[in-house]
């Protein structure tokens, strides 16, 4: 089973060009339905029914997994068992006709305005590491790229001069977007006089550092929001994502287009970028209940 997996995460690496964190996720969600169904008793993915897959998706809800990590769980089975049975490696896909849990889509948490101001007025600019905290905040807000794209930047992939970022996304697939004009004044300051004080060695050219002088990773920038997040002391829960979903949020509510912020947040399919117009429409909904003298 562990060979016919690394087939899969070949083939889906190669033929589909998937990103890292996904074939992660696609590889530990196998590993654990193969090793459930091994302790059943079963030697051979061929052996198997529509029965254990329901068995092991039940084992995951017992064990407190959430809807979407089952129905997660449940897509790379159903695309696990259709590559096993297009490369007859089996001969029958007892995924098929298994419907997915359905998920209760959450409204994703948004700062405010004001908010944003004081988790971007954090660092303290006086220092090389403030320099860089301030870029990385500006340029998230600024932008709206992921985190981990965030750290997969090159010093080249940033265009100060003409004002736009270039950066790789789900799928390998590259997009520019723009740079506002505080986000290029603090990237620059950070380039020329604070990277210099991290950076060790010669030829490094990830354009966020640690301490180190190597590649800033996702979980340092974990630390680095939570902790801007406790200095300006916001009461939301907020996460790597939070900005994103920020940066989203505030374009839509001044009136920019759906298609323009699915471009720039680099979502396939435009029902993604949906969930933005429901926070604005009940932010909408909370402004009027506040205003108005007979709401």
Not at 43 to 66: C, K, P, V
Not at 117 to 131: F, Q, R, S, T
Not at 225 to 248: G, M
Request: charge should be positive; aromatic fraction near 8%.
């Amino acid at each position: 089973m562990k060979s016919l997996i690394t087939q899969f995460i070949h083939y889906l690496t190669v033929e589909r060009g998937l990103a890292n964190n996904t074939l992660e996720s696609y590889e530990r969600d196998l590993a654990s339905y193969c090793e459930y169904i091994h302790r059943q008793g079963f030697d051979s993915l061929n052996d198997t029914s529509r029965m254990q897959i329901m068995s092991y998706l039940l084992d995951l809800q017992e064990r407190g997994r959430a809807t979407a990590t089952l129905s997660r769980n449940l897509a790379s089975i159903r695309a696990f068992y259709q590559f096993l049975l297009r490369e007859k490696f089996i001969d029958h896909d007892p995924s098929v006709n298994l419907e997915s849990p359905k998920i209760e889509k959450r409204l994703p948490q948004v700062l405010s305005v004001h908010e944003v101001e004081l988790l971007l007025n954090g660092p303290k600019l006086d220092v090389p590491a403030g320099k860089r905290d301030k870029a990385m905040l500006e340029l998230l807000y600024a932008t709206g790229i992921r985190v981990t794209e965030l750290v997969s930047l090159e010093v080249t992939d940033i265009n100060l001069s003409m004002g736009f970022v270039k950066c790789m996304g789900k799928g390998s697939k590259e997009r520019i977007i723009p740079l506002g004009r505080l986000a290029v004044e603090n990237v620059r300051s950070y380039i020329e006089r604070g990277r210099p004080y991290l950076i060790k060695r010669a030829g490094e050219n990830a354009l966020f550092l640690n301490h180190h002088g190597r590649r800033l990773s996702r979980q340092g920038f974990w630390k680095i929001i939570k902790k801007y997040a406790l200095v300006a002391r916001i009461d939301k829960e907020i996460t790597p994502h939070t900005l994103r979903h920020s940066f989203a949020t505030h374009l839509l509510e001044n009136g920019a287009d759906l298609r323009s912020v699915q471009e720039m947040l680099g979502h396939a399919d435009i029902s993604t970028t949906q969930i933005y117009t429901h926070v604005t429409r009940s932010r909408l909904k909370e402004v009027y209940a506040k205003a108005h003298p007979r709401a």
